[in-house]
Every structure is written in structure tokens, then in C-alpha cells.
């Protein structure tokens, strides 16, 4: 069993930064490879970000290439989402998962095992 808390969602300006952090429960957490998603409203919940049990791999939804890191410490049961250069379009509820089953490349929704109750961020224009 794993739980998973997020933290650092807020409200922030276009173009600033905001760093989401995911603290786990759980002897297990580097058994898992760990996810961030996100759900605006009115929309389906999509993929931001996955990195492997070992932090070796990351992968990332094209939207933010290039603006959000993923990366995790095993060693303090926490992932990470630095979000930089962030748009209105980035507003939405994020939250980490973690799945023991699957690759960061084939991450989804449907693949996690584990779920967070999510952190808000709203960005405004």
C-alpha cells in the first residue's frame, strides 16, 4: 500500500515556476515508477510526467517539454514537479500516482496503481 500527499500547488502568474512535491508512505516507494497528471476542468485527467523507480528515465507529455522536470528521492519517499515558464492553459488539478506495472513511456491514467487527492495550480494570464 502506498499513499501519496501532494503539496505546492497555488496560484501563480504567467510565466512564473512552482515546484509540486508528492511525499509517499510505504517502505516500497522505490519499487514504483511515479507519475504527475492533470485534470482542468471540464476535461479529462491526462499524463504531465513520469520518471522510473530509479530516477534513470523520465518521460513527458509534449505540452511541457521543455518546462516541467520530474525527479524523485528515494531516500525521502518524494517526487518532484518543478514547473517553469507555466501558461493558463497549464490550470488544472495535479496529482502523482505511482505504478509497479508499468514503463514511464506507456504511462496513463488507467495504468497507476496508487493516487494522490491532488493539489491545485491556476495560473493567471
Known amino acids: 500500500q502506498v499513499q501519496l500527499v501532494e503539496s505546492g500547488g497555488g496560484l501563480v502568474q504567467a510565466g512564473g515556476s512552482l515546484r509540486l512535491s508528492c511525499p509517499a508512505s510505504?517502505?516500497?516507494?522505490?519499487?514504483?515508477?511515479m507519475g504527475w497528471f492533470r485534470q482542468a476542468p471540464g476535461k479529462e485527467r491526462e499524463f504531465v510526467a513520469a520518471?522510473?523507480?530509479?530516477?534513470?528515465?523520465?518521460h513527458y507529455a509534449d505540452s511541457v517539454k521543455g518546462r516541467f522536470t520530474i525527479s524523485r528521492d528515494n531516500a525521502k519517499n518524494t517526487v518532484y514537479l518543478q514547473m517553469n515558464s507555466l501558461k493558463p492553459e497549464d490550470t488544472a488539478v495535479y496529482y502523482c500516482?505511482?505504478?509497479?506495472?508499468?514503463?514511464?513511456?506507456?504511462?496513463?491514467?488507467?495504468?497507476?496503481?496508487?493516487w494522490g487527492k491532488g493539489t491545485l495550480v491556476t495560473v493567471s494570464s
Open positions: 510505504g517502505r516500497t516507494f522505490s519499487s514504483y515508477a
Open positions: 520518471v522510473s523507480w530509479n530516477g534513470f528515465s523520465t
Open positions: 500516482a505511482a505504478s509497479i506495472r508499468i514503463s514511464v513511456a506507456t504511462m496513463s491514467p488507467g495504468s497507476m496503481d496508487y
